[in-house]
């Protein structure tokens, strides 16, 4: 068997990347794109490898031969018009070696895992097509296949549709054909496809032709997971460093994304905290026929958007300004701050990270599980000065909740000495009277004229894509100037929309709470039949478990990832915890999260 590696194209898309060398030159986490998959060639019995160089070529074989020689090899296909031609003239160029022996064809700007190819050549069938059931990230050639795993068509770019996606599978672009049927089948084929139609289309056209005659001469072979990437642009090399990451660097990776996670669909994120019952299918397909509308109009101001947001979180206008997100609110928040900010640790960093370490006073419960009450922190603020206190009800990374009335006590005390209190209630919902729990109400506001509430609306509502937060207070004069400092244009369409709609869809969003606390309740009790974590209690959509020895959080955290593709949260970089110690798992639907358990059981 010999491999023929298709290479010569210029890699446009990755502009100063590839300025001085063709794709397959490209490192990926430090390794070539061509060492990894000749690398991979070694442990196959290959009798020669055929590469069909053109950009840069005279680099790329300067280099195969000087790492390689000894023990591959290589005979080299010049293609001397690489920028005007595309793949089906370079594997043209190849058709003699094609008909020598038994091929494997292989695109060289993807990476995949080293078991991929071996899964070809062992398969019986000899000619197949690697293939990937279709994801949103993929693009380019797909194809339906039967029952057999026979190919029954193949789907060009100008035929592709979305409505049609859940039979597409994605060629990755790599192939096993044997000699014979590319004697007798494809390279005829491919000669005179050529001929009648040019040099400036794709080797799998004729694939695609010869899936018309019905003999089957090709097969699908499926992936069941295995991690693949074609890398063709800035993204894609950006996202193939994060799927191929060594343990070493994976996890920073990962979370350096801050999101964007829905590219590696086949993840289970139990990091992001939103409500897993919520919005419902109805509410997205409300969403989904005003799509295009939505896309091409401009949204309203923040006099209209203030409207909506006091329609549906019931405060005045004057009381309540929308931002892009909660982070946007923080931010300018923050900014207007005078003095020292008091936080209790370990809790959401968003808020002091926006202030000097000088300009911080620190609270850290001596109490079981991390535990405080409003008496804790009159009592510690008491004799440790501030300006603000910030309150994060319920907490996180912990779960600790404050009931209301004792929020109240904390805004009445804070009120008599001048001190502003910040309450981000971004969980409250979560909360077992959820209902009653929550501090925004005109007349709550204007007892405690020194309170600001925050509320992240993605992590209640499930729509952390809209980029939704409000801020409200009775200090008319904060929230105008807060009005002022964002711009005019800080909500997108899609999130005004939402807000527009939301009453028709309160009640699914009530019972959509309901939903969660059963799910949240089920889901404590299997995690606490798990012998090597404390579970904490919660009134958030997370829960903070301690991990006992032998093992670590970090040590847990690998092992989701690489093993399950479950991303989770090791808590190290929370400050006021020391070790390795700590875990936050998200709560999601009863299939995930029954996922995650026989996972971490199985440890």
């Given at each position: 068997?010999?491999?023929?590696?298709?290479?010569?194209?210029?890699g446009?898309?990755?502009?100063?990347?590839?300025?001085?060398?063709?794709?397959?030159?490209?490192?990926?986490?430090?390794?070539?794109?061509?060492?990894?998959?000749?690398?991979?060639?070694?442990?196959?019995?290959?009798?020669?490898?055929?590469l069909?160089?053109?950009?840069k070529g005279?680099?790329?074989?300067?280099?195969?031969?000087?790492m390689?020689?000894?023990?591959?090899n290589?005979?080299f296909?010049?293609?001397?018009?690489y920028d005007?031609t595309?793949?089906?003239?370079?594997?043209a160029?190849a058709k003699?070696h094609?008909q020598?022996?038994?091929t494997?064809?292989?695109e060289?700007?993807?990476?995949?895992?080293d078991?991929?190819?071996?899964?070809?050549?062992?398969?019986p069938?000899?000619?197949?097509?690697?293939?990937?059931?279709?994801?949103?990230?993929m693009?380019?050639?797909?194809?339906?296949?039967?029952?057999?795993n026979?190919?029954?068509?193949f789907?060009?770019?100008?035929a592709?549709?979305?409505a049609?996606?859940?039979?597409?599978?994605?060629?990755?672009?790599?192939?096993?054909?044997?000699?014979d049927?590319?004697?007798?089948?494809?390279?005829p084929?491919?000669?005179?496809?050529?001929?009648?139609?040019?040099?400036?289309?794709?080797?799998?056209?004729?694939?695609?032709?010869?899936?018309?005659l019905?003999?089957?001469?090709?097969?699908?072979l499926?992936?069941n997971?295995?991690?693949?990437?074609?890398?063709?642009?800035?993204q894609?090399?950006?996202?193939?460093?994060?799927?191929?990451?060594?343990?070493?660097h994976?996890?920073?990776?990962y979370?350096?994304?801050y999101?964007?996670?829905?590219?590696?669909?086949?993840?289970?994120?139990?990091?992001?905290?939103?409500?897993?019952?919520?919005?419902?299918?109805?509410?997205?397909d409300?969403?989904?026929?005003?799509f295009?509308t939505?896309?091409?109009?401009?949204?309203?101001g923040?006099?209209?958007?203030t409207?909506?947001?006091?329609?549906?979180?019931?405060?005045?206008?004057?009381?309540?300004?929308?931002g892009?997100?909660?982070?946007?609110?923080?931010?300018?928040?923050?900014?207007?701050?005078?003095?020292?900010?008091?936080?209790?640790r370990?809790?959401?960093?968003?808020?002091?990270?926006?202030?000097?370490?000088?300009?911080?006073?620190?609270?850290?419960?001596?109490?079981?599980?991390?535990?405080?009450?409003?008496?804790?922190?009159?009592?510690?603020?008491g004799?440790?000065?501030?300006?603000?206190?910030?309150?994060?009800?319920?907490?996180?990374?912990?779960?600790?909740?404050?009931?209301?009335?004792?929020?109240?006590?904390?805004?009445?005390?804070?009120?008599?000495?001048?001190?502003?209190?910040?309450?981000?209630?971004?969980?409250?919902?979560?909360?077992?009277n959820?209902e009653?729990?929550?501090?925004?109400?005109d007349?709550?506001?204007?007892?405690?004229?020194?309170m600001?509430?925050?509320?992240?609306?993605?992590?209640?509502?499930?729509?952390?894509g809209?980029?939704?937060g409000i801020?409200?207070?009775?200090?008319?004069?904060?929230?105008?100037?807060?009005?002022?400092?964002?711009?005019?244009?800080?909500?997108?369409s899609?999130?005004?929309y939402?807000?527009?709609?939301?009453?028709?869809y309160?009640?699914?969003?009530?019972?959509?709470?309901?939903?969660?606390?059963?799910?949240?309740?089920?889901?404590?009790?299997?995690?606490?039949?798990?012998?090597?974590?404390?579970?904490?209690p919660?009134?958030?959509?997370f829960?903070?478990?301690?991990?006992?020895?032998?093992?670590?959080?970090?040590?847990?955290?690998?092992a989701?990832?690489?093993?399950?593709?479950?991303?989770?949260s090791?808590?190290?970089?929370?400050?006021?915890?020391?070790?390795?110690?700590?875990?936050?798992?998200?709560?999601?639907?009863?299939?995930d999260?029954?996922?995650?358990?026989?996972?971490l059981?199985?440890l």
């Amino acid at each position: 068997m010999q491999a023929i590696i298709l290479a010569a194209g210029m890699g446009r898309r990755l502009g100063e990347y590839t300025e001085n060398n063709t794709k397959c030159m490209l490192p990926v986490n430090g390794v070539r794109l061509i060492d990894r998959m000749l690398t991979q060639l070694l442990t196959l019995d290959i009798r020669r490898v055929v590469l069909v160089i053109g950009y840069k070529g005279e680099n790329l074989k300067s280099y195969v031969l000087e790492m390689y020689a000894d023990k591959l090899n290589f005979e080299f296909v010049e293609n001397p018009i690489y920028d005007k031609t595309n793949n089906i003239y370079s594997l043209a160029l190849a058709k003699r070696h094609l008909q020598e022996d038994d091929t494997l064809l292989i695109e060289s700007d993807l990476i995949f895992e080293d078991g991929l190819l071996r899964m070809l050549v062992d398969n019986p069938s000899p000619n197949l097509a690697l293939v990937a059931k279709y994801e949103s990230w993929m693009d380019g050639t797909m194809v339906r296949i039967n029952e057999d795993n026979e190919i029954v068509n193949f789907v060009p770019k100008a035929a592709f549709k979305f409505a049609d996606v859940d039979g597409y599978y994605k060629t990755v672009n790599v192939y096993k054909f044997s000699k014979d049927f590319s004697t007798t089948k494809y390279v005829p084929f491919l000669e005179a496809y050529t001929k009648a139609v040019g040099n400036s289309e794709y080797y799998e056209n004729v694939l695609r032709i010869l899936s018309f005659l019905n003999t089957h001469d090709l097969k699908a072979l499926p992936l069941n997971g295995e991690k693949w990437y074609e890398i063709d642009d800035k993204q894609d090399l950006d996202i193939a460093e994060a799927l191929f990451a060594d343990e070493a660097h994976v996890l920073q990776k990962y979370f350096g994304r801050y999101g964007g996670f829905w590219r590696f669909p086949q993840m289970l994120d139990y990091c992001y905290l939103v409500n897993p019952f919520f919005p419902t299918s109805k509410l997205l397909d409300e969403m989904t026929a005003n799509f295009r509308t939505l896309l091409t109009g401009y949204p309203s101001g923040m006099g209209v958007n203030t409207l909506l947001a006091s329609k549906c979180w019931g405060v005045k206008e004057k009381y309540i300004v929308p931002g892009n997100g909660a982070a946007e609110l923080i931010k300018v928040l923050m900014e207007s701050l005078t003095g020292k900010l008091g936080v209790v640790r370990p809790t959401f960093e968003e808020y002091p990270n926006r202030l000097p370490a000088d300009r911080v006073e620190t609270y850290i419960s001596a109490n079981k599980d991390f535990r405080y009450d409003a008496d804790d922190l009159m009592g510690y603020f008491g004799t440790h000065p501030v300006s603000t206190i910030l309150l994060i009800n319920p907490d996180n990374p912990t779960g600790n909740f404050i009931p209301v009335e004792n929020v109240k006590r904390l805004a009445a005390w804070s009120e008599e000495r001048g001190i502003q209190l910040i309450v981000d209630e971004s969980f409250v919902d979560f909360s077992e009277n959820w209902e009653t729990s929550s501090l925004l109400s005109d007349s709550v506001l204007e007892a405690y004229p020194h309170m600001v509430v925050m509320k992240s609306i993605s992590k209640s509502y499930g729509v952390p894509g809209l980029r939704l937060g409000i801020l409200a207070s009775a200090n008319e004069g904060l929230i105008a100037d807060i009005k002022k400092r964002v711009s005019i244009w800080n909500i997108n369409s899609f999130a005004e929309y939402f807000m527009q709609i939301f009453s028709k869809y309160e009640s699914d969003y009530k019972r959509a709470c309901e939903k969660f606390l059963a799910e949240r309740t089920r889901f404590v009790a299997e995690l606490e039949k798990i012998p090597f974590l404390h579970v904490m209690p919660t009134q958030a959509n997370f829960v903070f478990c301690e991990v006992k020895p032998p093992f670590t959080a970090s040590g847990i955290v690998m092992a989701m990832l690489k093993d399950y593709r479950i991303l989770m949260s090791n808590c190290r970089a929370k400050k006021g915890l020391t070790g390795d110690r700590y875990m936050r798992i998200a709560v999601r639907g009863k299939r995930d999260n029954d996922k995650l358990v026989d996972a971490l059981k199985s440890l």
